[in-house]
């Protein structure tokens, strides 16, 4: 644990952050622990000081000069007008993730643009990325392993059923092992330099296969290749000079004002004080904040507000193009475990051998696929849904995970993170057949998106899972996203740094900062500000927080039985109307009451709708997108990956509805 220096305005406290990989099991309610800091109105503008809002360490500046942060006393002098200005010229970047890490680094360092990054959570490790289990593709550089970029654009193409596009899966092949290799295998000093797992012998990268790879190209760090990965460049990200992190904020809205077709900024609400406030960015907004898996009843992705669909719900918003929404993949193999929250069990178990078994011990996957459990994943998933309803009652699972075949020391070394939760739940991987059911996982479409990044709407700007660059097509292969994350997210730093439409942009976004009526519209925020700070301060929320928590575990419930991993045409209607009625009710109480669960409710209703949308009116199925006729009734999903033992109905037609630790509380 170590403490870093932050600037406040008005008062300093010490705050300290991970400063180095910890295990998956002991952190299990960190991300979303409440921080003890305060956000301010505005910062410095002096050059090379790295904070935004209050984490000063009592140990005041001392021996911190030489890391490039100066002290309050040495500050030039400005003013206000000046600093706000000052302020203003920067990239913003939502989400503390590998693309939004990549993007802020890349732009800090080859371009010198000032970067402002915000994220939801406490600790910036907190964000998607760094629950990646499996590993991050690479290339194999062993000629007898018949890799290749073009294997790897056969095998993206091969899993996106036929629908990724060309260029995007062509960048990813041909840059990406240039830029893990400055950006996370400490080619570069100022970026990370992660611990990948070597072949104790000759010290070489250690390269396993996963599930439709031709070739073994995905390094790791045991089985939490993510909490490696985001440990290192958040870290990375944090120590330099040009960029400023902003923790426990939220965006709430783009903001389009006076030009409905240019980005210039985002409105962002403070998650444990409730202060509001308009972050203006002269070099453009880009949003890396993660996908939509978590408006699913049963998800692989963490508890709390990353996984909501804020993307796509500011993207709505902001009538900004989305595409291919319909494309949510589920993972094939959730660990099932009645009333318990679904726990992913890595695609590079089955990479490593890992067999899949009905109850009585035969292995089914080939029944599916010639390639077994190293199929696509939705092919795999459809298997593992189909097989799952084949049990002779409600109570009896029929799908698991075999992996007891393999040396039982090699496994606890291999997945330690795995065996260590196995082990919570009184199952060994060793000896222990593990059942296993589909989730939601992943979000294969987004905010379209060029190949820079940019998209519909000028100044805005998506990376990663927020992103739809066609990249994955109607399916995403193994261990692709955390590489997304890498080149796309470098992309639109190279974009913002070095083309001249982003001057062009820029320009415009100045004229619109400068204006003295905006100035004066930033500075006269009150009215909205203190009804947030009223409802946090004097518990006014209260009752509308418990609403929204409600409505958001009628809004899992819907997708989860009428958009999962089977669908109808009746089906989806019935999801469109459900989702537009809570859509206006989840619109009405931010207005209401804004707080974190207002907000993150009201984006879940905007992406639950669009993927929704997106389904009814794509009636070819493909990829994860799997629509059937309505003869064929859609009820099947609201019974597979429920808990067996348990009698409750997961109709969302129930007038009772079970309240969720939605955000992690």
């Not at 109105?41 to 050059?47: I, K, L, Q, V, Y």
């Not at 402002?116 to 499996?134: E, F, I, K, M």
């Not at 240039?178 to 400490?186: A, F, I, N, Y």
């Not at 409905?260 to 904040?289: F, I, N, W």
């Amino acid at each position: 644990m170590h403490s870093v220096l932050y600037r406040t305005c008005r008062r300093t406290a010490a705050v300290s952050h991970m400063g180095a990989v910890t295990r998956a099991a002991s952190i299990a309610t960190l991300p979303f622990s409440q921080s003890n800091t305060t956000a301010i109105s505005a910062r410095t503008g002096t050059p090379g000081f790295q904070s935004y809002h209050s984490l000063v360490g009592t140990d005041s500046t001392q021996g911190l000069r030489g890391k490039g942060i100066r002290s309050l006393s040495t500050a030039t002098k400005a003013s206000p007008d000046e600093q706000w200005r000052r302020e203003q010229e920067r990239l913003l970047v939502v989400g503390s993730g590998v693309a939004g890490c990549a993007a802020a680094l890349i732009a800090a360092v080859r371009h010198k643009v000032p970067v402002t990054l915000v994220y939801a959570g406490s600790v910036p490790v907190d964000c998607n990325s760094y629950w990646a289990q499996g590993g991050i593709i690479y290339r194999n550089y062993d000629p007898e392993s018949g890799d290749s970029a073009a294997s790897l654009v056969q095998d993206v193409h091969r899993a996106g059923a036929g629908l990724c596009v060309d260029d995007a899966v062509q960048k990813l092949a041909r840059e990406g092992p240039d830029l893990v290799r400055e950006l996370l295998l400490g080619q570069h000093p100022e970026f990370a330099n992660v611990p990948f797992d070597r072949h104790p012998d000759t010290g070489e990268l250690s390269c396993c296969l996963e599930a439709s790879h031709a070739a073994p190209r995905i390094i790791h760090f045991a089985d939490h290749t993510g909490q490696a990965i985001t440990d290192h460049i958040t870290r990375a990200a944090m120590a330099h000079p040009l960029i400023t992190t902003i923790s426990d904020t939220i965006v709430t809205d783009l903001i389009t004002f006076p030009d409905p077709d240019l980005c210039v900024g985002a409105e962002v609400m403070h998650r444990v004080s409730g202060k509001r406030q308009s972050l203006y960015a002269t070099r453009g907004v880009l949003l890396a904040s993660g996908g939509l898996g978590g408006i699913y009843e049963h998800s692989t992705n963490p508890a709390g507000f990353n996984a909501l669909g804020s993307s796509v719900g500011l993207a709505k918003r902001a009538n900004a193009k989305t595409k291919d929404l319909e494309y949510v993949q589920f993972h094939p193999t959730a660990l099932c475990l009645p009333r318990e929250a679904r726990f992913l069990l890595t695609e590079a178990l089955r990479g490593e051998g890992a067999i899949l078994r009905d109850a009585t011990g035969r292995a089914f996957a080939k029944d599916f696929h010639p390639d077994g459990e190293l199929a696509p994943r939705d092919v795999v998933a459809r298997g593992v849904y189909h097989e799952s309803q084949k049990g002779s009652s409600d109570k009896e699972h029929n799908v698991y995970l075999d992996i007891t075949h393999r040396d039982a020391d090699w496994l606890r070394t291999r997945f330690p993170s795995i065996n260590a939760h196995l082990r919570s739940k009184q199952l060994d991987i060793t000896k222990d057949m593990l059942p296993v059911i589909p989730a939601a996982h992943y979000t294969c479409g987004g905010i379209e998106t060029d190949l820079d990044g940019r998209t519909s709407l000028a100044g805005l700007y998506s990376a990663g899972e927020a992103a739809r660059t066609g990249l994955h097509g109607g399916n995403r292969l193994a261990s692709t996203s955390l590489l997304e994350g890498l080149v796309y997210g470098a992309a639109v730093a190279e974009h913002v740094g070095s083309s001249e439409e982003s001057e062009y942009i820029s320009n415009k976004i100045r004229t619109i900062v400068d204006s003295p009526t905006l100035h004066r519209l930033s500075q006269d925020e009150a009215w909205w500000k203190s009804r947030a700070e009223r409802y946090y301060v004097n518990g006014e929320a209260k009752a509308t927080r418990l609403a929204a928590m409600e409505l958001l575990a009628k809004l899992r419930r819907i997708m989860w039985n009428h958009v999962g991993l089977v669908r109808t045409p009746s089906g989806l209607q019935k999801a469109m109307d459900g989702l537009e009625a809570i859509r206006g009710e989840a619109t009405f109480m931010f207005e209401q009451s804004p707080t974190v669960e207002t907000a993150g409710l009201r984006d879940a209703a905007h992406a639950g709708k669009a993927v929704a949308q997106a389904a009814h009116a794509n009636r070819v199925s493909a990829g994860t997108h799997y629509i059937v006729e309505d003869n064929t009734t859609d009820i099947a999903n609201s019974h597979y990956g429920n808990d067996v033992d348990s009698d409750e109905s997961s109709s969302d037609d129930d007038e009772e509805v079970v309240v969720m630790a939605a955000y992690g509380r």
